[in-house]
T-cell receptor, first 112, second 112 residues
Framework: EDKVVQSPLSLVVHEGDTVTLNCSYE??????LLWYKQEKKAPTFLFML????IEKKSGRLSSILDKKELFSILNITATQTGDSAVYLC????????????FGQGTELSVKP | ETGVTQTPRHLVMGMTNKKSLKCEQH?????MYWYKQSAKKPLELMFV???????ENNSVPSRFSPECPNSSHLFLHLHTLQPEDSALYLC???????????FGPGTRLTVL
């Protein structure tokens, strides 16, 4: 059975800290891995990773994929209270259309 | 992102009611999706439509009935739901099934 597992499930840090969120996957015919941020309702897209070892960066956020060890990490440096959210990772599969397999999410809380 | 809208945002219904959720995307996308998000559980894909044709039905009970009259609109018709169907129902769209998905704000459904 295809599955995506995120860790930790929840995390509390203080402003300015650096955090690393983990996502491991076991899927057949893996195509890509996506990261989303969900604050109140709609998940908003962060990154799509398809190639191993190539870091994607957006401001204080960065992510990398390891297709050999089947995991991805999302790093957030100099965290701010606005980073508080649930971070979701999802895997896509070849020949399965738009099906996304989501992990449980990591709930990040950044305290002032 | 306001490219995907959903109505209503909140819905309370009894188990014998019939109601419909509506999703509209203004992004010119060809694929649309329904997801269910229950508390403390991963997002679950329910249905996928590509060019108005259903390409995925993820073993969803028949009390949920999707309808996609055109590429911009997606409905989820609900009847004789159970209390365990209470959840956040998210709609998403993508340019095609291989691209990133854009999510709507969701409908918070409570079944009494």
């Amino acid at each position: 059975e295809d599955k995506v597992v995120q860790s930790p499930l929840s995390l509390v840090v203080h402003e300015g800290d650096t955090v690393t969120l983990n996502c491991s996957y076991e899927v057949t015919n893996f195509r890509s891995l996506l990261w989303y941020k969900q604050e109140k309702k709609a998940p908003t897209f962060l990154f799509m990773l398809t190639s191993s070892g190539i870091e994607k960066k957006s401001g204080r956020l960065s992510s990398i994929l390891d297709k050999k060890e089947l995991f991805s990490i999302l790093n957030i440096t100099a965290t701010q209270t606005g980073d508080s959210a649930v971070y979701l990772c999802a895997a896509t599969i070849y020949n399965q259309g738009g099906k996304l397999i989501f992990g449980q999410g990591t709930e990040l809380s950044v305290k002032p | 992102e306001t490219g995907v809208t959903q109505t209503p945002r909140h819905l309370v219904m009894g188990m014998t009611n019939k109601k419909s959720l509506k999703c509209e995307q203004h992004l010119g996308h060809n694929a649309m999706y329904w997801y269910k998000q229950s508390a403390k559980k991963p997002l679950e894909l329910m249905f996928v439509y590509n060019f108005k044709e259903q390409t995925e039905n993820n073993s969803v009970p028949s009390r949920f009935s999707p309808e996609c009259p055109n590429s911009s609109h997606l409905f989820l018709h609900l009847h004789t739901l159970q209390p365990e169907d209470s959840a956040l129902y998210l709609c998403a769209s993508s340019q095609d099934e291989a691209r990133r998905q854009y999510f709507g704000p969701g409908t918070r459904l409570t079944v009494l």
